[in-house]
Every structure is written in C-alpha cells, then in structure tokens.
T-cell receptor, first 112, second 113 residues
Framework: DQQVKQNSPSLSVQEGRISILNCDYT??????FLWYKKYPAEGPTFLISISSIKDKNEDGRFTVFLNKSAKHLSLHIVPSQPGDSAVYFCAARLSGNTPLVFGKGTRLSVIA | DAGITQSPRHKVTETGTPVTLRCHQT?????MYWYRQDPGHGLRLIHY???????DKGEVSDGYSVSRSKTEDFLLTLESATSSQTSVYFC????????????FGEGSWLTVV
C-alpha cells in the first residue's frame, strides 16, 4: 500500500507561470515532509521541507504547503524556469532518522 | 556536496554473479541508506544502517545484503544478480545538523544481462 502518492506522472508549464506539484499521504503519523528534484543521470537533490507543525514554508521561488486535515502537500514554483524541468519526488518521514518514504515522482517540463 | 562517493558508477554484470556496490562518506554521519530507482516506482528503500554493524531491512530487501564495518562505508551486495535488479542505486546519508535531511549520492547504474 503506497503511503505517499504523486498522482500526476507529468506536468507541463510555460516559462514564467506557476508550477504546482501535488502529493497525498495516508499515514497521519508522518512528521516531516520533503521535496527532492532529480535531473537525469544525477542523484536526487534536496529542495525544500516542512514540519508537520507548520502549514507553509518558503524558500525563494519554492513554497511548500501542508494541509494536514486533507493529508495533502503541494510544491509551488513561481516563476517557473526551463532549468526547473526535472522529476520531483515528494517524501515523508515518521520521526527522527526513520527512512524516507517516497512518492513515484512527477516529471515537470517547463516550456520556454 | 554531501561528501558521498558511490562506486562503481556504472557496471554491467551477468546473471548469477555477485555484485558489491560501495558507498563512502567523509563526514561520519551515523545513518546511511540504500535506495533503488525504477521507472514507475520512484525511490524504494533497500536497506539502511544506523551505526557500525547496525542495519535493517527496507521495502525491497530480498536478494540484497549490506554490511557496515566502518562508519564511512556502507556496502550493498547482490549475492546472485538477477535481471530484475537492473536499476539505479542511490546511497544516502542523514545529516543531523540539517534536521536529519537525507542527501543522496550520484548513483550507481547496474545492468544485469
């Protein structure tokens, strides 16, 4: 049973517009959520995270929103740039150093 | 740069042969992980370690073993490689000073023919 779900395998957005990537989870005990970006032939790179006690975290063009009641988080990228084209993985953790549980990823294509 | 080095970066091997992938870290982090990435499956945990000689299984541990005899090295072994183990393998570490955020290595591409 998949605990972290990214239901959109792909997303295409025009340069300059907002990209919204979504993630749903089933385990209400998750206390920390992260987004990773992955380019082809490279390892995933950490992008942004949010604790379960917050509902928003912002870092430059990237904002993550957490809706605990809906068990949903989203990553907003504004404005989108061609260099943002990558696969984005949502991940969640129970506590401390427990391993991350990943979604299957969403491939974002930003079109110039 | 999380100070993680994976080797080999690319390997082609035959079915039935043993294969060992090495993950080396330079910063004495306690927690280390091995994930595999496959199309349609995302990143799945194989094994992880929470200290020297302390390891535990992940979601897809069948056919894999691990060892950690030194803090800096975490080895993943495929005892008898099968075609279903063709994948990209990522090692990761947990950085306590960064709220236990996990950082990944560059990956090891393994093809089993």
């Amino acid at each position: 049973d998949q605990q972290v779900k990214q239901n959109s395998p792909s997303l295409s957005v025009q340069e300059g517009r907002i990209s919204i990537l979504n993630c749903d989870y089933t385990n209400s005990m998750f206390d920390y959520f992260l987004w990773y970006k992955k380019y082809p032939a490279e390892g995933p790179t950490f992008l942004i995270s949010i604790s379960s006690i917050k509902d928003k975290n912002e870092d430059g063009r990237f904002t993550v929103f957490l809706n605990k009641s809906a068990k949903h988080l989203s990553l907003h990228i504004v404005p989108s740039q061609p260099g943002d084209s990558a696969v984005y993985f949502c991940a969640a953790r129970l506590s401390g150093n427990t391993p991350l549980v990943f979604g299957k990823g969403t491939r974002l294509s930003v079109i110039a | 740069d999380a100070g993680i080095t994976q080797s080999p970066r690319h390997k082609v091997t035959e079915t039935g042969t043993p294969v060992t992938l090495r993950c080396h870290q330079t910063e004495n982090h306690r927690y280390m992980y091995w994930y595999r990435q496959d199309p349609g499956h995302g990143l799945r945990l194989i094994h992880y370690s929470y200290g020297v000689k302390d390891t535990d299984k992940g979601e897809v541990s069948d056919g894999y073993s691990v060892s950690r005899s030194k803090t800096e090295d975490f080895l993943l072994t495929l005892e008898s490689a099968t075609s279903s183990q063709t994948s990209v393998y990522f090692c990761a570490i947990s950085v306590q000073s960064s709220l236990n955020t996990i950082y990944f290595g560059e990956g090891s591409w393994l093809t089993v023919v």
